[in-house]
């Protein structure tokens, strides 16, 4: 699983970030994305299911959130 940490980054620049680095990776390869942004917790994983990803799993850790994305469109 690729990780994209993104701490410190804010919106949108997360849904940018998060976008180019599923663009990279081939289908079915798993994207690990960490924020600290209150806003990218609920924002990446929307976007990401907008474009048609799967997103299989969101979980906060401390003060920073876990985003598990599935690249399932190109």
């Known amino acids: 699983m690729t990780e994209l940490d993104l701490t410190g980054e804010v919106c949108p620049f997360t849904f940018v970030r998060t976008k180019l680095a599923l663009e990279a990776l081939p289908l079915g390869?798993?994207?690990?994305?960490?924020?600290?942004?209150?806003?990218?917790?609920?924002?990446?994983?929307?976007?990401?299911?907008?474009?048609?990803?799967?997103?299989?799993?969101?979980?906060?850790?401390g003060a920073r959130w876990v985003i598990e994305i599935v690249k399932r469109v190109e």
């Open 29 to 61: 390869a798993a994207l690990r994305v960490v924020v600290d942004h209150p806003p990218a917790a609920a924002n990446v994983p929307r976007s990401a299911r907008a474009w048609g990803q799967e997103v299989t799993r969101v979980a906060a850790e």
